[in-house]
């Protein structure tokens, strides 16, 4: 006889547990009317049983602190893992998938590291492993590449995928406070994690750029490969300058397909004021995407929170409980990836963004320039703050495109100039 209700455990009961615990008690009767089935939360698993809990699950669900209660009950059909780390909820998810039941996760740190091999664990076991919620939260954008522009190639993907770095950013545009200031808000709001560097150094985004490449491009791209950087420090000179010339400077995850190999990366970058990413404000996020045949397609929404992260989570465990049979996580026939064909970041090309502290006299601008030019860097535009002759003065300069190495190499040469203070200020442009 057909089950009339599912049973799932929580590994979690923190911000996203409880969002969901909170979406499946306000919309039980919607759920009911989709699935035909009741979805009842039997078991939580917590790390401190005695704290006091102000979301109030139904008073049969179970609390425990024993992960074997969870892994080890035949009468659960799914997992959902939300306690984040990559330690226990490691043992949780492969524990689960051994004993036969599918798990949902939102753990993009863990799924960047280890997707591969728990994505092979489920196939062998023929179970689902969803990670909707672990990419830009509340956005559907993980079932969007695996099923709905599953017959897409994808040319380019760029995202604002850090809600805590966009928001520290739109501040020091929008308001011109500092970078401390900014992610002092950030941590007040409680954006930013208490120690902030997975989000303002880049990992995060990076962690969900990996999980993006394998649903776009069915190939794996090693984190550890992925240059990643962060806006740690970023001052507020650069921002104003950038808005000066038209621009945002924003924390873009990027993936590109170019001649066959994937260029990758994490990075702040200028964009112009009236693209479509320079909109993206605040802690939200935002996925802009072009397919070769849909064309261009932006999603924009809350990357993070308890009700739209829960929202996600439940996505995925209302579409396993819809699937009977044929599980497909990673939205490909083969479920053991293959490394990408990657592009060296040396030969990636962008516009850019220098500024160079430098001493305000006769020759300066065309020695910089030249050096320039020898590296087939061509200036599209400059900016110099007037200063008493003889004093440091910023330059600031707009390229038309040019070759990472190249970059590398003037900015090298450039650096080691007698007249130059300091090491140059370096954004790419979009
Ligand atoms: P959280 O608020 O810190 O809650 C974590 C929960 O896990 C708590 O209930 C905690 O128990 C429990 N826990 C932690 N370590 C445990 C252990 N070793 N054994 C048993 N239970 C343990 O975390 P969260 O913000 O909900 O995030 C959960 C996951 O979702 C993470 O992977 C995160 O990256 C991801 N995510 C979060 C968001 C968001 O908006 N927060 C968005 C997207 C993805 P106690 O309650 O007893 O402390
Ligand atoms: N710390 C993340 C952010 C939220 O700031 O976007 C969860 O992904």
Redesign the pocket.
């Known amino acids: 006889m057909e089950k009339t209700s599912i049973n799932i455990a929580l590994?979690?009961?923190?911000?996203?547990?409880?969002?969901l615990q909170d979406i499946l008690q306000n919309n039980r009767d919607w759920i009911k009317k989709r699935l035909g089935k009741d979805i009842n939360i039997k078991k939580i698993?917590?790390?401190?049983?005695n704290?006091v809990?102000t979301s109030i699950p139904d008073p049969h669900t179970i609390f425990t602190?024993n992960?074997e209660d969870l892994t080890e009950d035949p009468d659960l059909d799914i997992v959902v893992?939300?306690?984040?780390?990559k330690?226990?909820?490691y043992e949780i998810i492969s524990r689960a998938l051994e004993s036969g039941k599918s798990v949902v996760?939102?753990?993009?740190?863990?799924l960047a590291e280890k997707g591969p091999e728990l994505f092979n664990l489920a196939s062998k076991n023929n179970l689902g492993l969803y990670y909707e919620?672990?990419v830009a939260?509340g956005i559907p954008i993980v079932q969007t590449l695996k099923e709905s522009l599953a017959g897409n190639r994808i040319k380019s993907l760029t995202g604002i995928l850090n809600g805590t770095a966009n928001f520290i950013l739109s501040e020091m545009t929008h308001n011109q406070i500092d970078y401390d200031s900014a992610l002092g808000e950030a941590q007040e709001l409680g954006y930013a994690e208490a120690e902030p560097s997975l989000d303002v150094d880049g990992f995060d985004a990076a962690h969900k750029l990996t999980i993006l490449i394998r649903l776009a491009h069915g190939e794996d791209y090693p984190l550890h490969m992925l240059p990643i950087k962060g806006i740690r420090g970023i001052d507020p000179y650069d921002i104003g300058k950038a808005k000066d010339f038209g621009y945002q400077i924003k924390l873009l995850a990027q993936v590109k397909e170019k001649s066959g190999s994937l260029q990758a990366g994490v990075f702040p970058a200028l964009i112009q004021n009236d693209h479509m990413l320079a909109k993206v404000d605040g802690p939200f996020n935002a996925v802009l995407l072009e397919g070769n045949a849909v064309g261009p397609i932006m999603l924009y929404g809350q990357?993070?929170?308890?009700l739209?992260?829960g929202s996600?989570v439940l996505s995925d465990i209302m579409s396993l409980v819809n699937k009977e049979t044929g599980y497909n996580n990673t939205g490909f026939v083969d479920s053991n990836l293959p490394y990408a064909n990657m592009l060296q970041a040396e030969h990636t090309v962008f516009k850019h963004y220098f500024r160079f502290t430098v001493k305000d006299r006769p020759g300066v601008l065309s020695i910089l320039s030249g050096i320039m030019g020898e590296h087939n860097i061509s200036i599209a535009q400059v900016v110099q703050k007037q200063e008493s002759e003889g004093q440091f003065v910023p330059v600031v300069f707009l390229t038309h495109s040019a070759q990472e190495k190249d970059v590398q190499n003037a900015l090298q040469e450039i650096n080691e100039l007698s007249f130059v203070k300091a090491p140059a200020i370096h954004y790419v442009i979009l």
């Open positions: 590994a979690g009961f923190g911000t996203v547990g409880t969002g698993l917590v790390k401190d049983l704290k809990r602190n992960l893992e939300l306690i984040g780390g330690t226990t909820a996760t939102a753990n993009k740190a863990l919620a672990s939260g990357g993070a929170g308890d739209p992260t996600a």
